[in-house]
């Protein structure tokens, strides 16, 4: 066999493969699939809105067909559900925090149908799988800027809810500042909302008076008292560095796109099972990123920052997953 036969042969296989590849993650327009999520919010909602993104973005690809519903209350999700799946959606996604053992039930109807929902607790055959933003890797690192730029070693700190969706970012946060500056305090608070700017505001208004000199923002109306009182915030899940230039240091976000594209890839493989998808939001897979203002940050505290991020996806460092209650410094 020549050596010309020898590559237009190997150039033929790797294109089959190739074609192999694309098809089983669902490029060809004959795989394209029907997909549905249920939102207990709105899309614009931080959480909800990462989700939302990366299903709009398979769909701007060709991958699938989406609809969506929003603002859906707890006491209708369970209705919403059963509908979607009659409709003959292929895949289900959501978030069941509020409903776990319901959402169970309508997956154990269903089961030709295959649902990938936020949950805190795992999957359960042979169709309903689990996902959550585990970006407590950047959280961590969002954490060393703040213990190293905070002068009064005062932060404040407020949340939603104390789920653990958020007490581990905020422990991870916690752990990153207190690594590089043990004389760190902390202040925190739960508002018990996920929406609710002004009672978020006012929280972190109390903070400041105490001393805060750093806010770690896991809720909207935090970044505008920081605004308000010209001190600096730290950003959760989103960027919104561009609404509040000068004030956000760093935020952890979160990606998608990962956990909804393995999940479309199963579906149209015919390999989708009860699994946890944990997984495809950490650093290494590309669904979370620290993102950091180097015009705010010192050139130092960003090298070593950088350095440490490095450590994780080399896998010489492990962030520290700690569900409990953070608790304010007596």
């Keep these: 066999m020549t050596l010309t036969h020898q590559i237009s042969r190997r150039l033929a296989l790797a294109l089959v493969a190739s074609a192999s590849l694309f098809s089983s993650v669902g490029i060809a327009a004959a795989d394209k699939i029907k997909v549905a999520a249920i939102y207990t919010l709105p899309v614009e909602q931080q959480w909800i809105s990462r989700i939302h993104k990366a299903l709009n973005s398979a769909a701007d690809r060709g991958d699938i067909e989406y609809t969506f519903s929003e603002n859906v209350a707890n006491t209708d999700y369970e209705r919403v559900m059963r509908e979607y799946a009659e409709q003959g959606q292929q895949l289900i996604v959501g978030e069941v925090f509020g ?98 700017p002004p009672k978020a505001k006012e929280s972190a208004f109390a903070m400041m008076d105490a001393g805060a000199d750093i806010m770690y923002a896991e809720r909207f109306g935090v970044s505008d008292a920081a605004v308000e009182r010209g001190i600096k915030a730290i950003g959760n899940v989103i960027d919104t560095s561009g609404d509040y230039p000068g004030t956000i240091l760093a935020s952890a976000l979160w990606h998608m796109e990962a956990t909804i594209d393995k999940a479309i890839s199963n579906v149209v493989s015919g390999n989708f099972e009860a699994s946890d998808y944990g997984q495809y939001s950490f650093m290494a897979y590309g669904g979370g990123s620290l993102v950091m203002d180097e015009s705010l940050v010192p050139a130092d505290v960003a090298s070593s920052v950088k350095a440490k991020q490095q450590e994780i996806l080399d896998g010489l460092f492990r962030v520290n997953v700690n569900d409990a209650r953070p608790q304010s410094d007596g």
């Excluded at 690192?141 to 949340?159: D, F, Q, R």
């Excluded at 916690?174 to 004389?183: C, L």
Aim: charged share 20%.
């Design 99 to 196: 409903l776990e053992r319901a959402a169970r039930k309508v997956a154990k109807d269903y089961q030709d149908t295959a649902f990938l929902m936020g949950s805190s607790f795992g999957g359960v055959g042979p169709n309903f799988s689990v996902f959550d933003n585990w970006i407590h890797e950047p959280s961590y690192l969002s954490g060393m800027i703040a213990g190293a730029m905070t002068k009064s070693n005062k932060i404040g700190m407020v949340g939603g809810y104390a789920i653990p969706e958020v007490n581990r970012l905020m422990h991870a946060f916690m752990d990153g500042a207190r690594d590089v500056n043990p004389d760190v305090k902390f202040m925190v608070n739960f508002i018990d909302s996920w929406y609710d």
